[in-house]
Structures are given as C-alpha cells and as structure tokens.
C-alpha cells in the first residue's frame, strides 16, 4: 500500500468523513500536513493526542484517529496544560484558528509561551472568524473587510509569532497550505523541539474572507499566497523594501531554554514516563 | 481501622487534605479571598506527593487545566470564590457534557460583583444550579463545620470518580477559615474509592446502556472529548433522538444514584411542629436553638440540615412538611434555597424565610425568636 493511504487508514477517522469544511479552505491541508508531520516525527500512536478549541480550523480534532480533545472557544492550551502536566510523556498538538488562539485564548497563548510547557500550537491564520461568517479577527490585516468591519478593519493585526516569542515561546515557524511540505517539514521540527512551539500555518478562506476582500477563487489565493512568501533563508541578506508585502516562512525562531513540565517533574524528584514509541 | 491523629485546623486546609486523603494529586487554581488557603495547602502538600500543583494565569484557565489533569488520568480538584466561580462557568459545562470528574469548591463570599471580600455570605446558591448554560445535573454539597468539609470533599471526589460529573463544594466564608478539630486517617489511601482498573472489551466512552469508567487518554483507546452532543463514541451529532437520549441519560446517572447523592441530616423531635431547613454555616446557629428547645425543653422542633443541596433533598423535606405546621429556611442570602423548599412542601405546611444579607451570620437569637412566635 503506497504510504499515503496507509497513513490515511491508521491516522484518520475516515467514517468521520467528508469535513464539514467549505470548498476551496485550506483546513484540509493544514490538517494533512500535521497527520504526514506526526508520522515524520515517528511517535507512537497511542502518544500522541490532539487538543482543539473551538472553529472551523479546531473541528480537524474530530476527524484524526488519536485521543482527540475539542475544547471549549479560547481554551484549548489551557486544557493542554492541564493533560501536560499530568502526562508530561504525551505529544500534544493543539490546533486553534486565528481568533481562538490571539483573542479569546490570547492570555492562555502569552502564559503558555511563557511557561514555556511543551505544546504544539498549531494556529491555523485564515484572517477571518469562519464558523460565525466572516468576523474580523486580531490576525485581520488592517484595512480589511470583515462582516464586523464592513468598511475595513481599523484595528492593527498581531504579528503572532512576534507576540510568542515576546512572551517566552521557544520555537515559531510559519508556513502556508499553498506550501503544504514546507508546512509538514516546519510542523514536524516544532514536534521535535522541546518547549512551548508556535506554527503559524497560513490558509485560505475563500468564503468567509476572500470574496468580501476581492481576493479571488481558492487558487488565486493560494497562488497569491505562494508568491508572496518567501523563505527565511532567502529573506536573509534582503533589503528590507526588496521583502516589502512579503511573508517570511520557515523556522523565524528556535531557543534552548527549559521545558516547563520537565522542569515541574524534576523539582520533586519524579521520573517522567518513557515515551513507549518511537 | 487506621490509626488517627486529631488536629486543629481551619475549613479551606481540611478541604485540602480530604481532597489529598481521597487520592486527588493535581490541582490548578488561581488566587481569590477568602479561598487562597485551599491553594496554598496544596501548593505545600503536593510536590511532596508526587503530584501536581499549578498556578494559573486565570480562573477559566483553572478549570480547563483540571479537566485536562482529569482526562489524562488524575484526581483534580480547584478552589475559588464567588467572582472566579462565575468565570469557571463555562468549562463547568463542559465538564458536565463530556463527563470528566473534577471537584470545583466554591468559597462563597459577600455578592454580587466584588461585594465584601471578606464577609460570609449565602449566596451563590443559585450560581451553583443554574451558573452554566444549558439544562444539566449537577451536584452541590454545603458542609457545617470543619470536619464535614473533611468528610464532604472526599465524599465529593469519590462520587465524582464514579459518576463521571463535577462536583461542587460550596463552603461558607465563616466555615473556611474557621478552626476546628478534625481527626484524619494516617493511612489516606484508604479514602480512595476505586472505580474500575479493567476496561471492558466492548468499553465505549460514553455508553447508553449507564455508568462507563473514564479511560484516561494515552492508552490506546482513540476517542473523541467534545462539548457537543455526541454519540456513544463522543462525536458530535445534532441528530434530535440521540441529542434527547443524551440529556436524559447524563440527569439519569445522578437519579439513579441518589441515596449516595442527597445527604441530610435530622435532629429532633419525632413528630415536630417546626422545623428549620438549612445549610452551611446557618446549620451551626440552628443547631444550638434546636438542641435547647427539644433536649432540654422537650419542645415539638427539628433540624434538617442539608448537606446536599443540589439535587435538592426533595423526598427528605416532604416527610417533614407531613408532619409540621412550619418550616422555617434561614439563609444568608434574600431566598434562594427557600422557593425549592416551596415547591416541594406544595402549601402543606407554612414555609417562613428568614435572611440576612448584611455580612454577617444568621445568630441562634434570630431563629429561636422566630421559632417560638410559632411555639406559643
């Protein structure tokens, strides 16, 4: 059997499926990504365990066969912290959409970058709250329109990796569902890496938020979304008018400092549980 | 038998230590007056323990984190007051839905809003019920003395082990930090109700046919936690049957349960012609007119003392309405226990409020007045 569709059969809930996402999202993307990602990590199936909040983005948790966590709006790396810190030996992924994580859950998203626990947040950034029809979010580039915004959002966006790694977070990468093995390869480092992790991954929302910002159909937002990424690597050395209107991918960040439930778990004398897989 | 040591200690650090004694090792909480004890005694005892005590950034991220501990496998409990208990609302919900056990102990204090901090008060009450939306059961104990928190918080982990539902410890301001003897086991494991170490072949998380154990994640069993209906297998369905089963079931599992449930107690004469219903630290100044007018008067009276208020002891206050003429409900709050009281005494016997919302508790003189203009 190719590889692809044995990973289909053992990591997702095909029964579960179709997604109740629209034509033309990207959430499909992110989500196979992070399934090829978890794979490229090489954990045991029976570790891993994925924590969602509450969106379009967070209904992924319902269709990966692993323990899956839907969480209530805001919350979800609170309820990961909790599992974290009683199961430090467990891989948790915590998938939130761009208002989830940066305004609801924006105290327990600084918090958890300044613990420093290790979490995999996954924030999936359409610009748009899509589950309720096009609210603007804190990811909503200025001057864009929202149906909370209809003549253009005055509000400033987060630049959210930025914000994590202001507040302590170890490791922040940005990808995009236009560049789906980029996104897989910069989800499976943020697996690796010990300490609260942060992947921006960019997608489209061609319903919610395109059609109102004249962004065109689905491929033209992936097709802009491509073509106006660039990687880090090739940012480095790069006038900054030459990066004007271009989104930066790749590892933005990676420090070693240590982890909060390891630390926790050492303090009082505890051994911590070896991962059975691997 | 265990050996026992009798020690003086406030309500909030007996909270602690039954929460300890009944096997819970993860706690999460946030600081609020008057129940910082509660975290502070955990923040001492844990580590030592093996287990878990984390402070977070706020009173939502409390309960989510304990109902996260839940999930992976732990006994968890959170304390805080009034404000706080308002923000833990919404994950309380969530807990009740997805069937994770967790203890939430309430401290109350002097409402609404920041209210005095510092003053004993009745009144969340209601908050108890109905803080969260949505229909659901719910299960609220109120313990009168220092050593009913002790018994009550182990009580309230184990039920909430084997029923799969949060379970809320509403202490008074005046019972939480007041000191009293409590005699605790030295050997706590024996507080610990075991719920079920093997899983059933045909395990299902959320099962129609009743009580399922919780299989904490992490061992094999892929499930789906969510706070939307959800079928057996804990995915979501909007599918009406399934959606009415679901509710039904989760008001079930507390009906079928309730002798373990509803806990009262009845000091007294045996055919009263007043009776006071309360709860809480009410119990204490209650208890000291009933014990003089019945021991030492021989007067028709009777306490019943509700340790369980939610689901409300409805059976227990009937009887009582049979035989006695009046029932008086002191309360530190403006009514609240007291229109469940009337509805379920439906005119058979005369229901009397008696409240004091100013900060203060309801003394012995107040009641034994009230008392004795129906005695004579």
Not at chain 1, 112 to 119: F, P, T
Not at chain 1, 130 to 135: A, K, V
């Amino acid at each position: 059997m190719a590889v692809i569709e044995q990973l289909t059969q053992d990591f997702l809930r095909t029964k579960k499926l179709p997604h109740i996402w629209c034509p033309g999202c990207g959430n499909g993307i992110v989500t196979a990504a992070l399934v090829r990602a978890i794979e490229r990590a090489d954990y045991d199936q029976r570790d891993v365990v994925i924590v969602s909040g509450i969106g379009c983005s967070s209904r992924a948790a319902g269709y990966l066969n692993f323990n899956t966590l839907h969480t209530t709006h805001g919350r979800a790396l609170a309820f990961a912290t909790g599992l974290k810190m009683a199961r430090p030996e467990l891989k948790l992924f915590v998938i939130m959409g761009d208002g989830d994580c940066s305004a609801i859950g924006g105290n327990h998203f600084i918090h958890s970058a300044r613990r420093n626990i290790d979490l995999n947040a996954i924030v999936v950034n359409n610009h748009i709250y899509g589950m309720t029809g096009g609210q603007h979010s804190p990811l909503t580039p200025t001057g864009k329109r929202a149906t909370t915004a209809p003549r253009g959002t005055l509000e400033r966006e987060f630049n959210l990796l930025d914000l994590a790694r202001g507040a302590g977070s170890t490791f922040g990468a940005r990808g995009n569902a236009a560049q789906p093995r980029q996104l897989e390869q910069l989800i499976a480092r943020a697996a690796k890496h010990k300490g609260f992790s942060v992947v921006e991954a960019l997608s489209p929302c061609p319903i919610a938020y395109g059609r109102r910002n004249k962004l065109g159909g689905p491929v033209d937002m992936l097709k802009n979304m491509k073509e106006s990424s660039i990687s880090i690597e090739r940012a480095a050395g790069k006038e900054d008018s030459e990066l004007e209107g271009k989104t930066i991918t790749g590892v933005i960040y990676q420090d070693e400092v240590p982890e909060y439930a390891a630390e926790y778990y050492y303090s009082i004398g505890k051994e911590i549980p070896v991962n059975t897989g691997g | 038998m265990p050996e026992t040591k009798p020690v003086l200690m406030q309500g909030n650090e007996a909270c602690a230590e039954g929460a300890i004694s009944a096997g819970v090792r993860f706690y999460a909480g946030y600081p609020i007056t008057p129940s910082t004890e509660v975290a502070e005694r955990m923040a001492a005892r844990l580590p030592d323990l093996g287990g878990v005590f984390i402070q977070m950034e706020d009173e939502i991220a409390s309960m989510a984190a304990v109902i996260g501990a839940s999930i992976g496998g732990m006994r968890t409990i959170t304390a805080t007051s009034g404000p706080g208990f308002s923000l833990k609302q919404e994950n309380i919900g969530y807990a009740i839905m997805a069937e994770i056990p967790c203890v939430i102990v309430d401290v109350q204090r002097m409402g609404p809003s920041t209210g005095v901090p510092t003053a004993p008060s009745q009144g969340d009450v209601m908050q108890a019920r109905w803080g969260t939306h949505g229909d659901h059961p719910v299960i609220v104990f109120s313990p009168s003395s220092v050593y009913e928190t002790y018994y009550l918080t182990i009580a309230a982990v184990n039920l909430s082990q084997k029923l799969r539902q949060p379970v809320i410890l509403l202490l008074d301001e005046v019972i939480g930090h007041m000191r009293e003897k409590v005699t605790i086991p030295r050997d706590s494991k024996l507080m610990v109700e075991k719920v079920s170490d093997k899983v059933p072949a045909d395990w299902k998380p959320y099962d129609e046919k009743g009580l399922t154990p919780l299989v904490p994640f992490g061992f094999g069993h892929y499930y789906h936690v969510t706070g939307l209906f959800h079928d057996q297998y804990g995915f979501p369905t909007g599918d009406p049957p399934q959606v009415e089963r679901s509710l039904d079931r989760i008001h079930e599992k507390l009906e079928k349960s309730r002798d373990e449930v509803v806990l009262t107690n009845y000091i007294g004469h045996k055919e009263p012609r007043v009776v006071i219903v309360t709860y809480g630290c009410s119990v204490r100044s209650a208890r000291a007119v009933v014990k003089k007018a019945y021991w030492n008067n021989r007067q028709p009276v009777g306490l019943l003392s509700l340790q369980t208020l939610w689901p409300f002891p409805d059976r227990e206050v009937k009887e009582l309405a049979k035989k006695a003429d009046v029932i008086i409900v002191p309360e530190m709050n403006m009514g609240q226990i007291i229109s469940e009281v009337e509805r379920h005494v439906k005119g058979e016997a005369e229901v009397i409020p008696l409240n004091r919302y100013d900060g203060e508790m309801i003394s012995p003189d107040q009641i034994s007045d009230l008392m004795g203009r129906w005695l004579s």
